[in-house]
């Protein structure tokens, strides 16, 4: 059971330059999440989506595109990379609101230059 | 002011020895709240969770909620070195769309 899978794990980009993040999850669960962690800063909301087709701006949205086509896949995308934006990103899932554990993939580290 | 507060530490106790965590809070609406423990260059998990105010333990680990203080800590009984690790203190409230807010983190070392 693969769980919450991020590719990929390490990427450089060039200021300006775009990419797409892509986590998979395999637990049917509802709720995803995307975050960045920063030094000193902890972790925060990116996005989020409570479902198939949906998604709603969390903390930190500016600068960062999501898509749910998919329940088990959730895309961030990065138009026009900024070195504000270097960061590790997480994904995350869960199966309901409320009380619920997210469960965590293990990370994408991106260096923006 | 920040929704969660915690020391990033780092807090170095040698083997054995009881360690203490803490965050305080600002929003009176949260009720859930978590300890999540984050090994170097992986993805958080899950360590302990409750609901609302009181105590729970599991094994080594005892997590605490004062409501009342906006506090809440998480004790580590008779530390060991691969207790080393990050731990970051999270909370939501409901009709929050399962929004976490979480702490910085704690970085913990256990001397061997």
């Known amino acids: 059971n693969a769980g919450v899978t991020q590719t990929p794990k390490f990427r450089v980009l060039k200021t300006g330059q775009s990419m797409t993040l892509l986590c998979a999850q395999d637990?049917?669960?509802?709720?995803m999440y995307w975050y960045r962690q920063d030094p000193g800063m902890g972790l925060r909301l990116i996005h989020y989506?409570?479902?198939?087709?949906?998604?709603a701006k969390g903390e930190v949205p500016d600068g960062y595109n999501v898509s749910r086509l998919k329940k088990q896949n959730f895309l961030l995308g990065l138009e026009s990379a900024a070195p504000s934006q270097t960061s590790v990103y997480f994904c995350?899932?869960?199966?309901?609101?409320?009380?619920?554990?997210?469960?965590f993939g293990a990370g994408t580290r991106l260096s923006v230059l | 002011q920040k929704e969660v507060e915690q020391d990033p530490g780092p807090l170095s106790v040698p083997e054995g020895a009881i360690v203490s965590l803490n965050c305080t809070y600002s929003?009176?609406?949260?009720?859930?709240f978590m300890w999540y423990r984050q090994y170097s260059r992986k993805g958080p998990e899950l360590l302990m969770y409750?609901?609302?105010?009181g105590n729970k333990e599991d094994g080594r680990f005892t997590a605490q909620v004062d409501k009342s203080s906006k506090y809440i800590s998480l004790f580590i009984r008779d530390s060991q070195p691969s207790d080393s690790a990050t731990y970051l203190c999270?909370?939501?409230?409901?009709?929050?769309?399962?929004?976490?807010?979480f702490g910085t983190g704690t970085s913990l070392t256990v001397i061997p």
């Open positions: 995350a899932s869960s199966y309901s609101q409320g009380m619920d554990i997210q469960y």
């Open positions: 637990m049917n669960h509802e709720y």
């Open positions: 989506s409570v479902g198939e087709g949906t998604t």
């Open positions: 929003n009176s609406a949260f009720q859930y």
């Open positions: 409750t609901y609302s105010s």
């Open positions: 999270a909370m939501s409230a409901p009709r929050h769309g399962n929004q976490f807010y």
